[in-house]
C-alpha cells in the first residue's frame, strides 16, 4: 500500500497560480509513475500530467505550456505547478501512483484536493 496525501489547493483568480504537493509514504524512487489526474467533462478522471522515475513526464492537451510536475525524491514527494489557471482548471485534483504496470490499471489514490479558478 502506498498512502498519498495531498496539498495546496485553494481559490485563485482566473490568470493565477497554484502548487500541488503530494507526499508518498514510501521513497518515491521506487515509485514507477506518479502523477495527477482530475474529474473531467468527459471522463470521470482524466489525466492532467504524470512523470516516471527517470523523470519523462507527460501533459494534458489543455495544460501544456500552463503546468509542470516534479519530483522530489528526498521529500518524496510529487509537485505541479499550475499557472495562468482558468476556470476550466476548476476540479478536484488526485494524485496517484504505480510502483509496477502491474499496478497501472489500479494505482494507488490520494483523497483529493479542491481547485477552483474564479473568472
Known amino acids: 500500500q502506498v498512502q498519498l496525501v495531498e496539498s495546496g489547493g485553494g481559490l485563485v483568480q482566473a490568470g493565477g497560480s497554484l502548487t500541488l504537493s503530494c507526499a508518498a509514504s514510501?521513497?518515491?524512487?521506487?515509485?514507477?509513475?506518479m502523477g495527477w489526474y482530475r474529474h473531467g467533462k468527459v471522463k470521470q478522471r482524466e489525466l492532467v500530467a504524470d512523470?516516471?522515475?527517470?523523470?519523462?513526464?507527460s501533459y494534458a492537451d489543455s495544460v501544456k505550456g500552463r503546468f509542470t510536475i516534479s519530483r522530489d525524491n528526498d521529500k518524496n514527494t510529487v509537485v505541479l505547478q499550475m499557472t495562468n489557471l482558468e476556470p476550466e482548471d476548476t476540479s478536484v485534483y488526485y494524485c496517484?501512483?504505480?510502483?509496477?504496470?502491474?499496478?497501472?490499471?489500479?494505482?494507488?489514490w490520494g483523497q483529493g484536493t479542491q481547485v477552483t479558478v474564479s473568472s
Open positions: 512523470i516516471t522515475s527517470d523523470g519523462r513526464t
Open positions: 496517484i501512483a504505480y510502483r509496477t504496470y502491474l499496478e497501472e490499471a489500479n494505482p494507488f
Open positions: 514510501e521513497p518515491i524512487d521506487t515509485i514507477l509513475v
